[in-house]
């Protein structure tokens, strides 16, 4: 069986919506992006859809190399998974993003975890729950929690995912280099 490895990637990016949830959870890292590629080029989860309006969000295809998340913490896990599951994954997140305007941000499932209440939203995801729901596209489990529980810590502690990279995100020494290489085969 043929291996992938896909990445879970938590940052702080110190907006206002990460600070108030950093009240709550007391942890550094609490924005969750999945990526498909070491180079995170490839990096999706829910959040904002305009970096300066916290109030417009829904699924967003992350650039990691923005001004956004240019002063960002990290943490970034290595999860090796079936190329079975990798598909399962990728296709998901196709047909999320083929009706992204459909789909937008879970203010009121944040006070569900807040509660420990499981509130359900058809097209409805915040960050945390994105990624879990694609992660269940798995055979195997890789975090141990109810989507619309998770937290970032879940991610943290789980036996599935391995730490690769802690530290500024603009020193992650693999970023973007998918990008950079195309550059130099263009030039």
Known sequence: MLE?????????????LTRMIRLYTKLPL?????????????VYSFGRKRPHNPFIGGF?????SSFFFQH????????????EDYDRMLKRIRNIEE???????????LFGVMFN??????????????VATILNECEEEIVRCSPYLIQPQHFMVSE??????????????????GIQQLKLRVE
């Open 4 to 16: 992938r490895e896909i990445f879970i990637v938590l940052t702080d990016t110190g907006t206002l």
């Open 30 to 42: 609490n924005h969750v992006s999945i990526a498909f590629d070491d180079s995170l080029t490839e």
């Open 60 to 64: 967003v295809r992350e650039d990691f």
């Open 72 to 83: 960002s913490a990290c943490g970034i896990y290595r999860c090796k998974v079936s190329a």
């Open 99 to 109: 009706q992204k305007h459909k789909y937008r941000y879970n203010f009121i499932g």
């Open 117 to 130: 209440r499981e509130i359900k939203r058809e097209r409805a995801f915040f960050c945390s729950q994105f």
């Open 160 to 177: 599935q995912l391995e730490l690769v990279y802690a530290g500024d995100l603009a020193n992650y020494p693999k970023l973007g280099r």
